[in-house]
């Protein structure tokens, strides 16, 4: 089992910028995949960014390359979404994601919802303009 927890979110203005964590525990290993994902009312959850815990490579979604950034601190066992030149079409709850899956370099494969065997609860951001 693995249990993973959000937190950072918060209201901020456009251009702003914002850190999310996300602390696993449980049974968690380095040959592992995290994820970030989220969902605006009324939408489907979208992929956001993914690292591989040990190699630290990433793959950023097409919409917030160029100003969103994801990486890990392994001491920690943390996940991080850095995210700047925040605007309000960024609002949405913020979740992050595991799966036991281990990819030495990360493929489009890794947006897929079905990847990931362990969500948290989420962590709301608000962009306002």
């Known amino acids: 089992q693995v249990q993973l927890v959000e937190s950072g979110g918060g209201l901020v203005q456009a251009g702003g910028s914002l850190r999310l964590s996300c602390a696993a525990s449980?049974?968690?290993?380095?040959?592992?995949?995290m994820g970030w994902f989220r969902q605006a009312p009324g939408k489907e959850r979208e992929f956001v960014a993914a690292?591989?815990?040990?190699?630290?490579?990433?793959y950023v979604a097409d919409s917030v390359t160029g100003r969103f950034a994801i990486s890990r601190d392994n001491a920690k066992n943390t996940v991080y979404l850095q995210m700047n030149s925040l605007k309000p079409e960024d609002t949405a709850v913020y979740y992050c994601?595991?799966?036991?899956?281990?990819?030495?370099?990360?493929?489009?494969?890794?947006?897929?919802?079905?990847?990931?065997?362990?969500w948290g609860q989420g962590t709301q951001v608000t962009v306002s303009s």
């Open positions: 994601a595991y799966t036991s899956s281990y990819y030495r370099f990360l493929s489009a494969g890794i947006q897929q919802l079905a990847v990931y065997a362990y």
């Open positions: 449980g049974r968690t290993s380095s040959s592992s995949t």
């Open positions: 690292i591989n815990w040990s190699g630290g490579s990433t």
